[in-house]
């Protein structure tokens, strides 16, 4: 593969993405990150890459003059670049609209014009959410007690529904125009480059800051958490050896609620486990995830390294301990908005 193109490849998941297809598969020659650099994109998550391997145009995947100019001389596109968090969507929709939804149009119109493969990356979160596991007959082990391919698509949020849309656009244009597309579904991602809004980071640099963390709620909603390694390596593997055409779903059996996320950070970090205050729930607030991912498994034979969540945890608290510099610089602006917002 002679060029890739990695939209939102400055964000958490994508710069995790592109430092694993550096390091790990020479046969792809050049990487052009495609990023807008908002807020929640930082040229700095690229920083130690070698600059003839991996270059970043600063650009917006809906301006089509510049995607159709870089789709054209490309192999590949993986389409990460999104608004993402499901807090700001229910501020302000517009951008999660104009982005996910225009954004990702753009660019299979682009690929469908130059027969470029695309891989789009979307969350478990268009299936909407799942009952308690303590509320199932069979502890959520039964048939329909985890998301599979064949889930309904049933989002909740303006930021899922915004990613549901975009999956049912990429499903129309490989069906009606032969968009040699594959889509994944992967359930919640930790580990290093992960803005400071969402849960677990948030709580670390909380800790590391001198601030209580907050917990939503009454803290019983389920995550099925991964580590967003093994996201890259799903996702290679999706890339290179998917089925055109197919939904993949991506988890690591990772299930675990808010409470216990958050107690273990605090066991981690040396706090007392009740060293954190209940604030206002999330209108809407989805209540488990849970994925199914025997697809991948069986038909890919792609498997999780990281099975256990508190080493995972514990390499992403020093991660962020060894990075202040990273992530001060928006801490305060990041809990104002928070407390703005009685959370
Ligand atoms: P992120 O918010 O950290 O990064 C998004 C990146 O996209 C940023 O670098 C941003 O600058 C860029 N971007 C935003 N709008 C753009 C635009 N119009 N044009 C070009 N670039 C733009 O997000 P993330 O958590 O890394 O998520 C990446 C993708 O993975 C998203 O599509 C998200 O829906 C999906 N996903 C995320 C998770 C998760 O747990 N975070 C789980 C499953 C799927
Ligand atoms: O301060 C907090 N306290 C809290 O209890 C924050 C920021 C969150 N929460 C809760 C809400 C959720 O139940 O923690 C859980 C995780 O919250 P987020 O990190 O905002 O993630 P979530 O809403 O689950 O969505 C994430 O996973 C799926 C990503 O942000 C999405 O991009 C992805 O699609």
Redesign the pocket.
């Known amino acids: 593969m002679d060029n890739l193109i990695v939209t939102g490849g400055a964000g958490f998941i994508g710069s995790n993405f592109v430092h694993y297809v550096a390091e790990h598969h020479p046969e792809v020659k050049h990487i052009t990150v495609l990023d807008k650099l908002t807020y929640a994109g930082n040229k700095e998550n690229l920083a130690d890459l070698p600059t003839d391997k991996v270059s970043l145009v600063v650009g917006d995947i809906c301006d089509a003059l510049l995607v159709n100019k870089l789709v054209a001389t490309a192999d590949a596109v993986v389409h990460y670049a999104a608004e ?4 700001n969507s229910l501020l302000d929709p517009s951008p999660f609209i104009q982005t996910n939804i225009v954004g990702t149009y753009t660019l299979i119109e682009a690929c469908r014009k130059y027969h470029v493969r695309f891989h789009h990356v979307s ?3 268009v299936y909407g959410d799942l009952p308690l596991r303590e509320d199932l007959p069979g502890k959520g082990e039964g048939k329909g007690e985890k998301f599979t391919p064949e889930s309904r698509y049933n989002p909740s949020s303006p ?2 529904s915004s ?1 549901a849309s975009s999956d049912l656009l990429v499903r129309a244009w490989s069906r009606s125009f032969g968009l040699k597309a594959t889509i994944s579904n992967c ?3 930790y580990g290093p480059y992960q803005h400071i ?4 980071p ?2 670390i640099t909380n800790i590391l800051s001198g601030i209580r963390p ?3 709620g009454s ?1 019983k ?1 389920v ?1 099925d958490w991964i580590h967003t390694d093994d996201h890259s390596r799903a996702v290679w593997k999706i890339l290179t050896e998917g089925k055109i055409g197919e939904t993949y779903l991506i988890g690591a059996d990772g299930e675990k609620n ?1 409470k216990e996320v958050l107690e273990l950070i605090l066991n981690l970090m040396g706090q007392p486990s009740d060293a954190y205050d209940r ?1 206002r729930d ?1 209108p809407g ?2 209540l488990r ?1 849970a994925i199914d991912a025997t697809k991948i498994r069986e038909e890919l034979g792609w498997q999780p390294q990281f099975t256990d969540f508190k080493t995972g945890l514990k390499h992403t608290i020093d991660w962020y301990t060894t990075h202040e510099s990273w992530w001060k610089p928006e801490k305060s602006k990041v809990e104002h908005k ?1 407390a703005k917002n009685g ?1």
């Open positions: 993402s968090h499901n807090d969350t478990d979160e930021y899922s990613k359930s919640n991602n809004e969402k849960f677990i948030r709580q907050k917990l939503y803290g909603n995550r808010n604030v999330r607030h989805d995830y928070y959370q």
